[in-house]
């Protein structure tokens, strides 16, 4: 079946940029909408951007012009392209699809990634 896998995290500093990448492996017919969550230690997991098959995006106040969302959809990637990263960026970052056509009749729906952690600081 049809899984996601985060890369890319890692130890920035303040001012600095990270691009995270997520690929959907396994046998992929499509994919639906795509989103990248947060969850900082103690915190509730939260939502961070989202882009649709039209290739459409959203982001949330807090990300609003320092974070790109885009995707390939001949490779099944999605990816975020984070700049300006605050402290207050530090957390474990998820991909998310809303739905994953693994045949042409059959699909995986809400799947997630096993995470990708994001630290910045000096």
């Known amino acids: 079946q049809a899984q996601l896998v985060e890369s890319g995290g890692g130890l920035v500093q303040p001012g600095g940029s990270l691009r995270l990448s997520c690929v959907a492996s396994?046998?992929?017919?499509?994919?639906?909408?795509m989103r990248w969550y947060r969850q900082a230690p103690g915190k509730q997991r939260d939502w961070v951007a989202s882009?649709?098959?039209?290739?459409?995006?959203n982001y949330a106040d807090s990300v609003k012009g320092r974070f790109t969302i885009s995707r390939d959809y001949a490779k099944n990637m999605a990816y975020l392209q984070m700049n300006s990263l605050k402290p207050d960026d530090t957390a474990i970052y998820y991909c998310?699809?809303?739905?994953?056509?693994?045949?042409?009749?059959?699909?995986?729906?809400?799947?997630w990634g096993q995470g990708t952690q994001v630290t910045v600081s000096l």
């Open positions: 396994g046998t992929i017919y499509s994919i639906g909408n």
């Open positions: 998310n699809a809303e739905e994953i056509h693994y045949k042409p009749a059959a699909w995986l729906n809400d799947v």
């Open positions: 882009i649709s098959t039209g290739g459409t995006t």
